[in-house]
């Protein structure tokens, strides 16, 4: 690139490609935002994946600029932790048990509803923020990485959030892009189990940051 050295160009890219490893490991791990991708994609199609992941892009990249801007010690406080990971335990556990309660009348919907494309959006901002495992990674491995890509100048924190942005779109819409092209083969009953399925990552991650509430508490 014009005006940036080789071995510089070297470190972006270094700075790229982890970025997105690193994403993408948190990425696969199930949340509200995969349930709502899975769902939302066997109705709407393949571009539920990548507006949702639109909207939590918007949502990132606001926070990343916070964190630059001097949000980071907040979110380092004990405090600010345990809270997160209790009020998000009971948003995660809230919605598993919305879930199991729709299991018996839940149906695949294939006509595609007449939807703004801005309520995507808008739900791929929520679903993130109501997973407190991704306001935890921000406050520690974003974090990190955000303050060592910072060395680099403007570029660095581009080449970063390039790199964990994409790993993001990468795999919702692989997710999307699965559900929708196999959605005629889909069956209510395996719809159902899929969505139990969720649910129960959701009951298991909600137990977890009870947890790690408690733990961090009483250091």
Request: proline share 3%.
């Amino acid at each position: 690139m014009k005006g940036i050295e080789p071995a510089v160009f070297t470190v972006l890219l270094t700075i790229f490609f982890s970025s997105f490893i690193i994403a993408l490991s948190g990425a696969v791990m199930p949340g509200p935002l995969l349930t709502t991708t899975i769902s939302e994609s066997s109705q709407r199609g393949f571009i539920a994946g990548p507006l949702l992941i639109a909207g939590h892009g918007i949502l990132e990249l606001a926070l990343v600029m916070a964190l630059l801007l001097g949000l980071a010690p907040f979110l380092q406080q004990t405090s600010v932790f345990v809270v997160t990971a209790f009020v998000g335990s009971a948003i995660l556990l809230w919605m598993a048990l919305g879930m199991f309660r729709s299991l018996p009348s839940l149906r695949l919907v294939w006509d595609r509803e007449e939807k703004k494309q801005n309520d995507l959006i808008i739900s791929g901002i929520l679903m993130s923020v109501a997973n407190p495992y991704w306001i935890i990674w921000w406050a520690t491995i974003g974090l990190g990485y955000i303050l060592y890509s910072r060395q680099f100048g403007l570029w660095g924190v581009v080449f970063f959030f390039a790199g964990h942005i994409l790993a993001d779109l990468a795999w919702y819409a692989v997710v999307a892009a699965a559900v929708a092209r196999g959605r005629h083969f889909l069956t209510d009953r395996f719809y159902r189990g899929l969505i139990a399925g969720c649910a129960v990552f959701l009951v298991i991650f909600s137990c977890y940051f009870v947890y790690a509430g408690f733990q961090r508490w009483m250091a």
